[in-house]
């Protein structure tokens, strides 16, 4: 017995080993990561630890975490996590909410659904700053919005809806919310049809089928598509800038960063702030992450 | 039919009869389903039958309220449901994919319907429980759908739409997922359930053989209309046209001059061929088609009806093979023996005059009219 593995090993070992290797799906095809990974490496893993160490290397000394210090005992600093997350949060809880419903009622539409689509996509291909931009012109004092509300003696000023939370707000559901639905219409396109048409055989009426089949179906969907839209809104920048009150009210966390290393060339302070904002999200992707764990995340389709 | 004789789970809404009224069903333009008029009485189990396309999915799909109807009505004894939404009509039914919901374990799956008419929990879990018993899933009760065999996710399947005591059930193409031998396990399967419990069943397959094996009623379909109603055996041995003939097994179809016809029979000639049969159509411009079936053809001189072939291609069957041979005038015949026959042998055929049947040769025109 020993003899003959010993024979068949020295006989060939080059091709057990690739036969050995093939079928742990390691073979030359594995090359073709290799851009991907680099592309990773140089433009993501790399920056990020460079990042991270210079963090802990603050200019004017103070120890290794005198930049995190900083920020946790400035108020002013201290507080962008919290005005971020009330604008981050909320946006994303409304984007994928309103997705919920509307790509669910399209999807048994037939007939311009495409044009729908294309016209919700709009706002991504536009960008932040395009979007800012129309807000300024729409919702500002002298827009159509606030034109047509006081030409109806609903409002005697104005509504302030600019340079405050709630322009950032605003800016953040155009552009997020087209994001969120294409990304549940996806979801929903993956569920089988025919599970409904079960479930009302069964005497479920529209809203069990939903809240018992589809809903529990796209769940896991839905935690992606959240914790995708969250950390889109919770980078904000351009916006809160644009349209928002970059020195209060929406004196995000990025802007922070962005001031501290760019007009007060503290690159370790703006880096400690970039590895804060990193930590908040990744707590909040990880709570979002627990939830879709306990969740049926397997085959959709009919058969089960 | 005596329904629920030992029924311990369905005792559902009772009712007489089932009644499509002149049910259409058209898509862009397209007739699905042409004016099908059909009774159903209580406990019965009807089939229909026919190719794809023929309209049968379509037909149970307008019973079950999953498509709209375009066109009649259908009637539960006195009360029309056809434009009731299928979750109040309260009838189960099997898919042709099992729709087995993925993320409910299997007693979950069948306690859906329950469930969804807010049934007491302690009566449900006793249903549930005697439904798993049932389909025999017992072992099998906590595991998701997809942990599950074809055959097994069938039997889920047939379980939660029976669990409810639906006053029909109706089944898409049950079997038509699973390999050949599980197939005939749950035709075995269903054919117990349905005498067990009495379930009114309408079954839709395109399979004649499970048609012919299961229901009490079949009914044939052919581009949306109607070919023919009746027993098992009267569309077997007595079909109306040349299409339904074709359908439940008479394979070979072959077109003779008339020699003379008398008192329901008449004589075909052809070249070496001279069959009698029975007539069943307006035999016109004196030829007609003789439809045969396969099994019915015997090598030997037997009788005064003879077919002279040439063999062509011998199928090895074990017990008897399947043969392919000519006629004189080049019309393939389809024929078994025990014999052993090789290609070009030149052999004689017969066939019982009662198991020849003989349709005009305008058959094709027929469905139509045959509906009234």
């Known amino acids: 017995m020993a003899a003959a593995t010993g024979v068949r090993a020295s006989g060939g070992a080059t091709p057990s080993l690739r036969h050995r290797l093939a079928e742990r799906g390691i073979d030359r095809h594995l090359w073709l990561l290799l851009p991907g990974v680099a592309f990773i490496l140089l433009l993501f893993v790399y920056p990020f630890l460079y990042g991270l160490q210079l963090s802990f290397r603050p200019l004017k000394g103070g120890g290794v975490f005198a930049n995190y210090k900083t920020f946790f005992s400035d108020s002013y600093l201290r507080d962008t996590i919290w005005i971020t997350l009330k604008l981050g949060v909320p946006a994303a809880v409304l984007n994928v909410a309103a997705s919920i419903p509307i790509a669910y009622t399209m999807r048994r539409w037939r007939r311009g659904r495409r044009t729908l689509t294309a016209l919700l996509v709009v706002p991504i291909t536009l960008g932040t700053v395009l979007t800012a931009e129309g807000l300024l012109n729409y919702v500002g004092p002298a827009g159509w919005f606030n034109k047509v509300l006081r030409n109806l003696h609903l409002v005697k000023d104005s509504v302030p809806l600019l340079h405050n939370y709630w322009g950032v707000f605003l800016s953040l559901v155009i552009t997020g919310f087209p994001f969120a639905f294409l990304l549940i219409s996806a979801y929903l396109s993956g569920i089988d049809p025919v599970l409904e048409r079960a479930a009302s055989t069964l005497g479920a009426g529209g809203w069990q089928r939903f809240r018992h089949v589809t809903f529990p179906l796209l769940a896991p969907g839905v935690a992606i598509t959240f914790c995708l839209s969250f950390v889109l809104a919770f980078s904000v920048f351009p916006s809160a800038q644009l349209v928002g009150n970059p020195a209060g009210s929406t004196h995000v966390i990025s802007i922070a960063a962005y001031h501290a290393a760019l007009e007060q060339y503290d690159y370790p302070l703006g880096s400690a702030i970039a590895m804060v904002m990193a930590a908040v999200m990744l707590v909040i992707i990880g709570i979002v992450l627990l939830w879709r764990n306990t969740l049926y995340k397997g085959s959709s389709g009919g058969k089960g | ?372």
């Open chain 2, 1 to 372: 039919m005596a329904a629920n004789k030992k029924g311990k789970i369905v005792q559902g809404e009772r009712f007489a009869e089932l009644r499509l009224e002149q049910v259409s069903r058209s898509f862009a333009g397209h007739v699905a389903l042409d004016r099908l008029d059909l009774t159903i009485s209580s406990g019965e189990f009807v089939a229909l039958l026919g190719p794809s396309g023929c309209g049968k999915s379509t037909a149970l799909n307008c019973l079950a309220g999953l498509l709209p109807l375009t066109g009649g009505s259908i009637w539960l004894d006195s009360k029309r449901i056809d434009t009731i939404p299928p979750e109040k009509r309260g009838f189960g039914m099997v898919f042709q994919n099992y729709a087995l919901f993925p993320h409910m374990s299997v007693r979950r799956n069948i306690a859906f319907g329950l469930k969804m008419r807010k049934t007491p929990k302690a009566e449900a879990t006793r249903r549930v429980d005697e439904a798993i018993k049932l389909v025999q899933l017992q072992e099998h009760a906590h595991k998701l759908p997809g942990q599950l065999s074809g055959g097994q996710q069938q039997r889920v399947a047939i379980a939660r739409a029976i669990v409810f005591e639906p006053s029909i059930v109706a089944m898409d193409e049950p079997l038509s997922n699973l390999d050949a031998k599980l197939r005939l396990e749950m035709r075995t399967e269903i054919r117990r359930l349905h005498q067990s419990l009495g379930l009114t069943t309408v079954y839709v397959t395109h399979d004649q053989e499970e048609a012919l094996s299961l229901a009490d009623r079949l009914v044939l379909l052919r581009d949306g209309v109607v070919q023919q109603i009746g027993t098992p055996e009267e569309v077997y041995t007595q079909p109306k046209n040349r299409y339904v003939a074709g359908f439940m097994g008479y394979r070979n179809m072959l077109e003779f001059a008339v020699e003379r016809e008398l008192n329901g029979q008449a004589v075909l000639n052809g070249p070496g061929v001279h069959v009698a049969g029975v007539v069943r159509d307006n035999l016109v411009g004196g030829r007609a088609i003789a439809a045969i079936r396969p099994e019915d053809l015997v090598v030997g001189t037997v009788g005064e009806n003879q077919l002279s072939v040439v063999v062509e291609v011998v199928e090895y069957h074990g017990r008897e093979q399947s043969v392919q041979g000519r006629l004189g005038d080049g019309e393939s015949v389809f024929f078994r023996t025990d014999k052993r026959l090789a290609p070009g042998d030149q052999v004689m055929l017969s066939v019982p005059t009662e198991r020849v049947l003989l349709f005009s040769t305008e058959a094709a025109a027929a469905p139509a009219e045959l509906v009234t």
